[in-house]
């Protein structure tokens, strides 16, 4: 297993120049000064931590709802918020995943995984075994099954297609860190496919 | 919590997601959420002031206590149990809380440890020389601006320093690291913080060049890291192995040698000084000649011989005498000379005997008697002679002597006077010479002694920026404005825990909002929740604490006697209105 080899076309939303970065940067000292030069913040990133709390439940207009219920929280607590050179994005999918995780704590929303074939082919790929429609099913059932902080770490890799340092960033580990607990979900995951292969 | 797995879902096309952003929508929530939570705010203080009233029958004083605490602002007057209690909910709401929220919290703004600013000219780069010895090394066209152009022009420098336990507790940079969970504190072997601004505006570190930082650290030991403080994550952000001790004995002082080498070296005054006070003995020695040449330019007196009257019966010579040559013979013109009784050889014959010749010269006696050498063929005799006269001639030449030796007794009397007046003039000056020539040499003493004692303040002040001791080399390569720092983590002392009770004059207790546990043992500070107080037996402490934006200290003279006597009770005193900085605080705390 490489976990550094690309396989997939990754997501290019985290990909932020030097300038990019420093712009953010300006535009959010000015939001902590006065909400209205918020603006640009929630336009550029609106569609992103949409799809991010989409990508994890079923109901769309809950979804929406909590996307809403994420930027207000981001503009309530932005005087928090300093920059450390890393895209406020990260900052943002904090806010969400501590929302979407406290919705399915205190509803009875269901926990959705969303996923294409394709993402499926590349994690068979991942772990070098030839992807067979058998092989579908299990993995459905296996990745659903796996507590919440591994789902998170198939997720984020294959099913956003999000580069380690965004997925480090999002979760609070290192990259090292992040890629060992993925290689170590991945052998499960082998294991899990060699044995029903036989 | 089942979770259901979708396979292929249709995406949400852009359109439906565009049409549920309404940014107007989400300011105004903001802004009511803003105005409901300020009227909460007000509503949680009143209920629970009416909470407090409710309860009050039993603890009515630490109800108004509280509520005064609240409303008030004033301090609270408790007894030693309700102290706790009314203190901790006072935290709730004090501005000292608030202030304590922010992630870096100097305790007393006026004590923070300043800025020094730099002039550099991005394009040109610098080196630049801190106070402290530390050098900023800055590469040509270091920085960016905020859209990745390189910036040309002067950009302004920030640096400051942060060396021992005062610096830390001045900026109020928290010192905690959390690794995997577990919280340790820093000791610390210095800290940087380096920003950079252009016009007002922050710049950036071009991300193909780097500053380094030669930081001059009093901290020798090789056990330390490098850690960068992520205000994100409020952690320090630990970057590796501090390996960049170099020139270990590069500032080792030798404070005695250089004191003595010091007291070797003439202050320049003084060298000046000595060129005046060996031009003197030239000038004394100047005025002697002078003296001695007016002395001898006094007319010379000559005493005029009494003339003697001759003995009759005695041996006597007739001779002729050239005047000229003998001019004191003048007055003896027709004298006689008689023969000396001191002539041993002298008999009768010899004026029997016609001599070829007969010369006289000046005798053992000069004036008073002559040398008559008489000669014959191969013969001849030398006697001493007296001059002498009879008669008449007698008294004539004594009636001249008498008015020589007048004149000569008035002129000697007058020459005894001038050279008595002359040496008094010499020796006046050679006096004032000898004075001008002791004030010259006090004058160099005085200089020399001015001279080195503002040489050894110097030198003082120099070992004390050293700290004097040795110093060695921290190397910083910054990628990134912020504050760096290379430290080594440490637990919390755990030998043994007391419950603190913290007492200011006339024993009243107060309870703080920031503790600071100041290892002497090491340059280490545990900033400690109010609660207990843990130390071990074997390190030195003293105690720094702020309660009600007033900071008060416990010297660890204090700390030791009541860790001896293993009480409870710490007493602290106020923070002289005098202390101004972190380097007066340092003073403060006995670092």
Redesign the interface.
């Known amino acids: 297993m490489l976990l550094d080899a690309v396989h997939m076309e990754f997501s290019p939303r985290y990909h932020h120049?030097?300038?990019m970065l420093?712009?953010e940067?300006?535009i959010i000292e000015a939001a902590k000064q006065n909400?209205?030069h918020?603006?640009p913040l929630?336009?550029k990133y609106?569609?992103q931590i949409?799809g991010y709390v989409?990508q994890r439940m079923?109901d769309?207009d809950t979804a929406?709802d909590l996307?809403?219920q994420v930027?207000?929280k981001a503009?309530?607590n932005i005087e928090k918020?300093?920059?450390?050179?890393?895209p406020f994005a990260s900052?943002l999918y904090r806010i969400a995943h501590s929302e979407v995780m406290q919705l399915?704590r205190n509803n009875s929303k269901?926990?959705?995984?969303?996923?294409?074939?394709s993402d499926l082919r590349n994690i068979c790929e991942e772990v070098e075994e030839e992807y067979m429609e058998q092989y579908?099913g299990i993995l459905?059932?296996v990745?659903?099954?796996l507590p919440e902080d591994e789902?998170q770490l198939i997720e984020l890799r294959f099913f956003e297609k999000r580069p380690f340092k965004e997925i480090a960033e999002i979760l609070?580990l290192t990259e090292t860190n992040a890629k060992v607990k993925l290689y170590r979900i991945l052998e499960r995951v082998k294991k899990t496919l060699t044995k029903t292969s036989k | 919590m089942g979770t259901k797995f979708n396979l292929d879902r249709k995406p949400v096309p852009d359109d439906e997601i565009n049409s549920h952003k309404d940014f107007g929508e989400l300011v105004n929530k903001f802004k009511k959420q803003s105005i409901e939570k300020a009227r909460s705010d007000v509503n949680f203080l009143k209920n629970k002031k009416a909470t407090y009233s409710a309860i009050i029958a039993g603890v009515a004083v630490v109800c108004t206590v509280t509520y005064f605490a609240v409303f008030k602002k004033e301090p609270p007057k408790e007894t030693a149990n309700d102290k706790i209690v009314t203190t901790q909910q006072q935290h709730t709401t004090s501005p000292e809380n608030k202030q304590n929220k922010a992630f870096i919290a100097p305790p007393i703004s006026k004590l923070n440890v300043p800025y020094t600013s730099y002039k550099v000219k991005a394009e040109q780069g610098a080196s630049i020389k801190h106070k402290s010895n530390s050098k900023i090394i800055i590469p040509k066209k270091a920085f960016v601006d905020k859209q990745g152009l390189d910036i040309v022009g002067e950009v302004e420098i920030k640096y400051r320093e942060f060396h021992n336990q005062a610096d830390i507790i001045a900026s109020g940079i928290p010192m905690t690291y959390d690794s995997a969970g577990v919280q340790s504190h820093f000791e610390s072997a210095g800290m940087i913080d380096i920003k950079g601004y252009q016009n007002g505006e922050p710049v950036f570190i071009n991300p193909k060049k780097q500053i380094t930082v030669e930081f001059s650290s009093e901290h020798t030991a090789d056990k330390y890291n490098m850690y960068e403080l992520d205000t994100v994550a409020k952690n320090w952000a630990y970057l590796g192995r501090d390996n960049s001790l170099v020139n270990k004995k590069q500032l080792k002082p030798n404070k005695q040698s250089d004191v003595k080498m010091l007291e070797k070296k003439e202050s320049p005054k003084a060298q000046e000084l000595q060129k005046q006070i060996d031009a003197i003995p030239p000038k004394i020695e100047a005025e002697k000649i002078t003296y001695t040449q007016k002395v001898n330019q006094l007319p010379k007196t000559i005493e005029p011989n009494k003339p003697s009257k001759a003995i009759a019966g005695r041996p006597q010579f007739q001779l002729e005498v050239n005047y000229k040559e003998f001019p004191e013979l003048q007055a003896f013109k027709n004298a006689v000379f008689e023969v000396g009784k001191e002539n041993k050889n002298y008999n009768s014959k010899l004026a029997d005997i016609t001599w070829s010749s007969a010369e006289v010269s000046e005798g053992p006696q000069k004036g008073k008697n002559y040398l008559l050498t008489l000669k014959l063929r191969e013969r001849v005799e030398k006697l001493i002679v007296y001059p002498a006269l009879t008669g008449a001639d007698y008294d004539k030449a004594l009636k001249s002597y008498e008015s020589k030796f007048a004149d000569y007794k008035n002129l000697a009397a007058k020459r005894e006077a001038d050279e008595k007046r002359l040496k008094e003039e010499f020796e006046a000056k050679q006096t004032a010479l000898f004075e001008e020539r002791k004030k010259l040499k006090e004058d160099q003493v005085q200089a020399n002694i001015k001279y080195w004692q503002e040489q050894q303040a110097k030198l003082d002040e120099e070992y004390s920026s050293m700290g004097n001791q040795e110093k060695v080399v921290r190397i910083f390569n910054i990628s990134r404005f912020s504050i760096y720092n290379s430290d080594c983590p440490k637990n919390l002392p755990n030998d043994v825990k007391i419950n603190p009770i913290y007492v200011i004059n006339e024993g009243k207790s107060i309870s703080p909002s920031n503790i600071y546990l100041i290892s002497h043992s090491r340059n280490l500070v545990y900033n400690l929740p109010y609660g207990q107080l843990p130390y071990n037996t074997n390190e030195k402490y003293s105690l720094c604490v702020l309660a009600k934006g007033k900071m008060y200290l416990c010297n660890k003279e204090t700390f030791s006697a009541i860790t001896t006597a293993k009480q409870n009770k710490i007493p602290l005193t106020e923070l002289d209105a005098n202390v101004n900085d972190a380097a007066d605080l340092k003073k403060a705390m006995g670092i």
């Open positions: 120049t030097a300038d420093l712009d940067q300006m909400p209205e918020f603006g929630y336009d609106y569609k949409f989409y079923d769309k929406f996307t809403a930027f207000l503009l309530t918020y300093e920059y450390k050179g890393v900052w399915f269901l926990r959705t995984v969303n996923a294409d074939i579908k459905m059932t990745i659903k099954d789902l609070n």
